[in-house]
């Protein structure tokens, strides 16, 4: 099987066992030989931006540990990257790739009997060969000086059961221990769940600045909708760039976006910590939101700064809808590429943001922040 299938798509299932004694996670999977699954096939090369050095995961110490254990998870290697890939007894399936932290694939059972894939990711080849994987859920954050997405995350637990839900648990301890994170990714029945914890182990405050990013695939951005958004303040910027976002090569370039004067050198602003931001970064479209039931057919990249809590995606294309939640965050960060590309194709994508860009959070010392966000499927 190609990188592309393995990276977007679970197994066809999990055998289910009764859970026995639960045992936590330890660290030898990461001071073992790696197994010999792992030598097999062209090897699994990060995107060129991450610049922190992975060690090897045992995919296969990894499986003996949790497989067993009835949890409805299955452990994969790919190149550097392990894929845990989650599935419920109701069809509900997941892949959440670690070291890196993003969650490239969440499909949820439908009215019809069958599954939807309702995130859009990418797997190709850059100019070097190298493979580069975009979308999904990932974390766009800074927490201080550090990148949260060159974080290296390692498997810290696994709960839960196919029957109801299943939850794994990442970690991560940037900063020789001075920051502390976790990651915990939960797939329910009926939704997909991602947390983040921070515990700011400094003796002075830190800022957690940017967003959490969902591409959310659709049939294409015409036929798709953004409802419950009337009445919230929003401020126009440049799209979120990170090392997960899709942003097509040509956003901006056209008349409808308004954006094409300002795109140039502010795409690399996001995602880094600054004391100011720039004159150009600040200035754009500003107003309030007329439109309960806004079309998304337009170039868009829009901070809402007083939507509400949950508003739901509505893609008349595929039939099918997503109510999108946030805890933690008080903005919420919009992103449309327009609808001059294929249908079903590469850009037919609306990604959504739970966001603190415009105004981030300050932690105190020893304060610990939890902040989350939740893809709800109606359409059972």
């Known amino acids: 099987m190609s990188v592309a299938p393995k990276l977007l798509y679970p197994a066809a299932g999990v055998l289910y066992t009764r859970p026995s004694t639960r045992r936590r996670f330890v660290y030898q999977c990461l001071n073992r030989s790696t197994g010999s699954r792992r030598s097999r096939g062209r090897g699994f090369q990060l995107p060129r931006v991450a610049s922190v050095p992975y060690q090897p995961i045992n995919v296969d110490y990894l499986e003996e540990e949790f497989n067993g254990l009835g ?42 009997g ?92 830190i800022q957690l600045k940017g967003s959490v990013l969902s591409h959310l695939t659709v ?17 126009s910027r440049a799209p979120c760039s990170s090392s997960y976002s899709i942003v097509p090569p040509d956003y901006g370039q056209g008349s409808g976006s308004g954006l094409g004067r300002t795109l140039n050198g502010i795409l690399s602003g996001w995602g880094k910590s600054k004391e100011k931001e720039s004159e150009e970064e600040v200035e754009g479209e500003e107003g309030e939101e007329t439109d309960n039931y806004k079309q998304l057919t337009e170039e868009m990249s ?12 509505i893609d008349r294309g595929r039939r099918n809808s997503v109510v999108v939640g946030r805890d933690g965050f008080d903005e919420l960060y919009m992103f449309s590429p327009g609808s001059n590309h294929v249908y079903y194709g590469e850009y037919s994508f609306i990604c959504v943001g739970h966001s603190a860009m415009l105004k981030p959070i300050l932690l105190q010392p020893h304060q610990v922040w939890r902040g989350s966000q939740s893809l709800f499927n109606p359409n059972l």
């Open 302 to 313: 829009r901070i809402y700064t007083s939507a509400p809590r949950n508003f739901t995606i």
């Open 219 to 235: 049939s294409t951005p015409e036929a798709t909708y953004a409802i419950g958004l009337e009445g919230s303040d929003f401020y």
């Open 71 to 112: 949890h409805g998870v299955r452990f994969e290697g790919i190149g550097d990257e392990c894929a845990a890939k989650l599935r419920l007894e109701n069809g509900g399936s997941a892949i959440v790739m670690f070291p890196s932290g993003l969650i490239t694939s969440y499909k949820s059972p439908m009215w019809h």
């Open 114 to 205: 069958g599954s939807l894939e309702l995130l859009h990711s990418s797997v190709c080849e850059d100019e070097n060969g190298d493979v580069v994987v975009r979308g999904g859920v990932s974390l766009a954050l800074d927490c201080g000086s550090i990148r949260l997405d060159d974080v290296c995350w390692t498997l810290h637990d696994v709960k839960g059961n196919p029957r109801e839900s299943i939850q794994v648990e990442l970690i991560s301890r940037a900063a020789e221990g001075k920051v502390e994170l976790k990651y915990i990714v939960t797939l329910g029945e009926d939704m997909l769940r991602s947390e983040l914890i921070v515990s700011n182990n400094e003796q002075t405050a």
